[in-house]
């Protein structure tokens, strides 16, 4: 494996002489059917040793998708919002569940979401939110244990365990894409310096390391070079000293 994974190793290493011990997620947005990609993504995360989380869009999951995660016990569903439909106006940052929209119509998309993928999926289904594009509305959050959630993910380091009462904050800290630009793989110089600079901060104190680290991927718009980098990362987490984060047993 080439050089540029060597700083993640070292910290890793680190971690290790430490005897701290890193607990590690992953949770891939934007399911609503079985593709090759999706198989390709449960292969990938069997070989790393770590569940997949499968962030599950209710209103275009289909039977297809039922039961491929009812064959595979590392699939995990967690409720993306209801439609990921944008609801921001013109020049807002895009969001399906902003503060922009009235809190019951909030409130009642998130129940419409859970009801819907728990009748699809049954115990396949982790009471965790995600909301599309990572941004809810923080009135929401009080809310959500109502409709049987238990946790909510977005992205980048948490501020509390709990975003509200009984709601655990488990967010996503490495995106591999690079949105904004090409849409392709980001920096990978980049992206590993700063994961890197996150393991530091925690390992000295400056961040959650209770927090799972959380790598977020999009199986449906990957190339190859995303495939590539991913496969990689996974590889290089695996063999540090790392507890696999699963929120059907985790939640509990």
Not at 38 to 46: C, G, I, K, Q, T
Not at 95 to 115: M, T, V
Not at 168 to 190: E, F, K, S, Y
């Amino acid at each position: 494996m080439s050089a540029l994974w060597s700083p993640l190793r070292d910290e890793l290493t680190r971690w290790r002489e430490a005897g701290l011990v890193l607990p590690v997620w992953w949770r891939d947005d934007d399911a609503v059917a079985d593709t090759p990609a999706l198989r390709r993504l449960s292969a990938m995360a069997v070989a790393a040793g770590l569940p997949v989380h499968v962030a599950v869009i209710p209103e275009g999951a289909g039977p297809s998708l039922a039961q491929a995660v009812t064959g595979a016990d590392n699939l995990i569903v967690l409720v993306h919002g209801l439609a990921h439909r944008n609801h921001a106006g013109t020049g807002e940052k895009k969001a399906e569940f902003g503060a922009h929209r009235p809190l019951p119509a909030l409130e009642a998309d998130a129940q419409d979401g859970i009801k819907t993928l728990a009748a699809l999926f049954g115990p396949a289904l982790a009471p965790v939110f995600v909301p599309p594009w990572n941004r809810i509305a923080p009135a929401l959050l009080p809310r959500l244990t109502g409709l049987g959630y238990r946790a909510i993910s977005t992205f980048g380091p948490r501020t509390a365990v709990e975003a509200a009462p009984g709601l655990v904050q488990v967010n996503t800290h490495v995106d591999p894409i690079d949105w904004r630009g090409t849409r392709g793989l980001a920096d990978p110089g980049m992206v590993v310096t700063q994961l890197v600079a996150h393991l530091q901060d925690r390992r000295e104190g400056r961040a959650d390391s209770a927090e799972p680290l959380g790598l977020l991927t999009h199986h449906l718009v990957h190339d190859a070079e995303i495939w590539s980098f991913c496969e990689d990362l996974a590889a290089v987490l695996s063999d540090g000293s790392i507890r696999a984060w699963n929120a059907r047993e985790d939640l509990t």
